[in-house]
């Protein structure tokens, strides 16, 4: 069925935020195969260049749609999401589906079970439309560590769209899906969706299950939505929220009905700004844009107030020490052995011949007794060539901050610095509602800017990691454009479980300014 309504007649399907799409849906004015095809067809007209997706799943997509097509038709009972497209980071189970995580370690790994947020959105039934690009094991900040090619900002495509959940913030910001799934360790959902001029959202660790999310740092991600407003965000969390026997670490609460709660503004609302958060690094245009939205705020009736949060500065050396020890942890599990990339086993054996030959020709005695067996050439080979710098870089560094001599020094001294970051937000939320400010220090930088400089990637954190060392909420909106017309992002972080919170500020400040609705001319 071709959707068409006079009074929109010249907005595609694609253009409909989710909320509106849902409404539609609802009513039988459109229809998911539909919707469906739009979203399919604007993939293949943009994604070519924008390569938001590293798989899609056409004929998939197309056949769910029908078959809630037919349900709903048949006035049988539909999901939450009935019909509604929604695009999946790479670092999620699907069942029987490649799930790579931008990874050649797992080109071909078809994992046999869903992750739970993968099972709750099938039971929903939204529509998966694939599988969003990302940095290789989520481990970046620019998508520039993907095995299969960077993502490219729909603003600028000379430039990054950030990461590590790049292809979801693009393929939302593009009007490649009207939702997508990111995760979120250190800024993975709200630096991309701020640079791309989303709404983004990482919940609380415990919020939302992890079962089924191939780990990087276990204390730290989680998954979240990323959306074109803060009412969608609302909806895909409200479904992918709650409590899963499969992962101890989510939290037994009651989910409350964000997209109906989301409809309240709130009254009363004390904003701190963290000192910390507006000092050196931060780019003149980001701070004006910022402290413009927070002005938006006041004219509400929101009070504002300077605080502190005086161990910030040792966020990021302190999540550089954390997050690499899990990961090394976390991936030793990739051995060839198991699953996942092995080296060529015939060449190996050749190879180990010739260096044995070798050492026998030379007498070199030592050398031959310190040879790899053939398992331990197999695994050393498979992780080298399975694995890419920034992985590589990451489970050195973590194996090192692990091992016997400097386990105190690095990693128990990070975890105490941890707990001190989260006393200081413990503080904060004593005095004010929710915090305000930037996401990123810049708005995008070109791609291959950053490439050779990891410490200047990982200064790209700054204002995020705190929240994932603490595990509270927090949230990116876009809140303005720069000069050179590239989206910027303002945070709010809220406590613990202030999900709620969170979204019914963001709404408020979507439903009295636009930025969230601008959309990249892709056209040019
Ligand atoms: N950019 C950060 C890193 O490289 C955060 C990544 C993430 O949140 N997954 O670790």
């Known amino acids: ?57 056409r004929d998939g997509a197309l056949a769910q749609a029908e078959a809630i097509d037919a349900r709903r038709q048949a006035g049988k009972p539909v999901g939450p999401l ?30 046999p079970y869903d992750a739970t ?121 409200s479904v992918v929220a709650g409590h899963d026997p499969a992962d101890s670490t989510s939290v037994n609460r009651p989910v409350p009905d964000y997209a109906k709660a989301i409809k309240q503004p709130l009254s009363g609302l004390r904003i701190g700004l963290a000192r910390e958060h507006f000092g050196e690094g931060l780019d003149a245009e980001v701070e004006r844009a910022v402290r413009e939205a927070i002005r938006v705020y006041e004219s ?21 020490i954390i997050a690499p020890c899990e990961a090394s942890s976390n991936l030793a599990r990739y051995d060839g052995a198991h699953y996942g990339y092995r080296t060529d086993e015939k060449s190996m054996l050749a190879e180990l011949e010739t260096e044995r030959r070798a050492l026998e020709v030379a007498g070199d005695r ?14 050393r080979r498979t992780r080298a060539e399975g694995f890419g710098p920034e992985v590589k870089r990451r489970v050195m560094l973590g194996t090192y901050a692990l091992s016997a001599g400097y386990y105190d020094a690095y990693y128990l001294k990070a975890l105490k610095v941890r707990r001190l970051i989260r006393e200081d937000f413990d503080k904060a939320f004593e005095q004010v509602d929710l915090l305000a400010g930037p996401v990123t220090p810049t708005p995008a930088f070109k791609l291959g800017d950053k490439v050779d ?37 303002l945070q709010l972080q809220a406590p613990p479980f202030e999900e709620e919170r969170l979204l019914r500020a963001a709404r408020m400040y979507q439903s009295a300014t636009n930025w969230h609705t601008m959309e990249p001319d892709l056209e040019k």
């Open 1 to 57: 069925m071709e959707w068409s309504s006079p009074r929109d007649a010249a907005m595609s399907l694609t253009d409909l935020t989710a909320t509106q799409l849902l409404d539609r849906l609802r009513k039988a004015e459109i229809t998911s195969v539909g919707v469906t095809q739009a979203f399919l067809d604007r993939i293949d007209k943009v994604d070519t260049t924008i390569r938001a997706f590293l798989r899609v799943d």
């Open 82 to 111: 009935a019909g509604l497209p929604v695009a999946i980071k790479d670092v999620l189970c699907t069942a029987g589906e490649p799930t790579t995580c931008a990874s050649r370690m797992l080109e071909h790994f078809r994992p």
């Open 117 to 237: 947020v993968v099972a709750r959105l099938r039971a929903a039934d939204a529509v998966l439309l694939g599988k969003t690009n990302m940095d290789e094991f989520a481990m970046g900040g620019s998508n520039e560590n993907s095995a299969f090619g960077p993502v490219r900002n729909p603003w600028d495509t000379d430039r990054i769209p950030g990461g590590s959940s790049g292809g979801s913030a693009a393929a939302v910001a593009a009007r490649m899906a009207p939702l997508a799934l990111g995760s979120d360790t250190g800024g993975s959902i709200r630096c991309p969706a701020a640079l791309c001029g989303v709404t983004g959202l990482k919940p609380t660790y415990g919020r939302v299950s992890r079962y089924g999310l191939v780990a990087f740092a276990s204390s730290l991600d989680q998954v979240g939505p990323m959306t074109r407003s803060a009412e969608d965000a609302a909806l895909l969390l």
């Open 300 to 320: 509400f009736g929101a009070t504002v107030r300077e605080i502190s949060l005086p161990h910030s500065k040792y966020a990021v050396a302190t999540y550089y």
């Open 366 to 379: 030592d050398g031959l007794e310190a040879m790899d067996n053939a398992l331990i050439r197999m695994y």
């Open 453 to 489: 400089d990891p410490l200047s990637m990982y200064l790209f954190d700054l204002f995020t990691i705190s929240a994932n060392l603490a595990g509270i909420a927090a949230m990116s909106i876009p809140c303005g454009s720069s000069g050179q017309g590239l989206p910027i992002g």
